[in-house]
């Protein structure tokens, strides 16, 4: 009897630490960890700005998403209307929201501008020419707005230490041939420029090229959010702002 218990003791001790030097199962997708989160919702307190004004909202986040969001797109354009604002281009990190402007334009609030973009992450191909095109030919010719990689960039999924897919931008220190057909694109079709979630290095390179080919509408994406974004110092802000 004590050498059974011996050998079940033995046998639980060596699977407890079989499970701990397990590695933990990476996530196939940035949004999986995201499905079971507990917010607390944000309660909307009626305030108002005289800034917000005929102001737009170049980076707005709405459901439906693959996690929840408070507010849907319909939901945020009426929020956006009702405290004067002149416009927002829908964000998505996974599809193209041109379609949805659209339909915010015909069936939802009026007097509020509505545009849609493009975020060039995994699910749309990476740094793929035809998802830009798709989103530029979308009925009605409302998406603006073409975010290089975001969270699926080769740089987030590098410094977060996933071993998801990811999106490239360049490639032994030059840009991918992909990118300069984007570029081409967003000249020919007169569209802006988000550099996304790419290395500040990565960042400049991209703005050089589009400036070569005239593109004068760029964002510079979360330069000072965090080490897992682009994060420039402030030598690489001023050159990205000459």
């Excluded at 995994?122 to 009925?139: C, F, I, L």
Aim: charge should be neutral; hydrophobic fraction near 40%; include cysteine.
């Amino acid at each position: 009897m004590r050498a059974r218990r011996l050998l079940i003791g033995v046998a639980c001790a060596a699977l407890a630490t079989a499970a701990a030097q397990t590695p933990p199962v990476s996530s196939k997708a940035h949004w999986e960890p995201y499905k079971n989160r507990t917010a607390t919702p944000s309660v909307d307190q009626k305030l108002t700005d005289p800034v917000l004004t005929g102001a737009i909202d170049l980076h707005a986040h709405h459901g439906p998403d693959a996690y929840a969001r408070q507010w849907d797109a319909f939901e945020v354009a009426k929020l956006a209307k009702e405290r004067g604002m002149r416009a927002i281009v829908l964000k998505n990190h996974w599809t193209e929201t041109a379609g949805l402007a659209w339909l915010i334009r015909k069936y939802g609030t009026q007097g509020i501008e509505v545009f849609g973009s493009v975020t060039l992450d995994t699910p749309v191909g990476g740094v793929n020419p035809m998802a830009v095109r798709y989103m530029a030919d979308v009925e009605g010719n409302w998406g603006r707005i073409v975010w290089m990689p975001t969270h699926d960039s080769e740089h987030e999924v590098d410094y977060n230490k996933e071993t998801r897919p990811k999106a490239i931008v360049s490639r032994n220190g030059k840009l991918i041939p992909e990118v300069f057909e984007v570029l081409d694109l967003i000249k020919e079709r007169n569209l802006t420029l988000a550099t996304g979630h790419v290395t500040p290095e990565e960042a400049l390179a991209i703005m050089a090229e589009a400036r070569k080919r005239g593109i004068t509408r760029i964002i510079v994406t979360h330069p000072l959010l965090g080490p897992q974004y682009t994060n420039m110092t402030l030598p690489q802000m001023q050159e990205a702002g000459t």
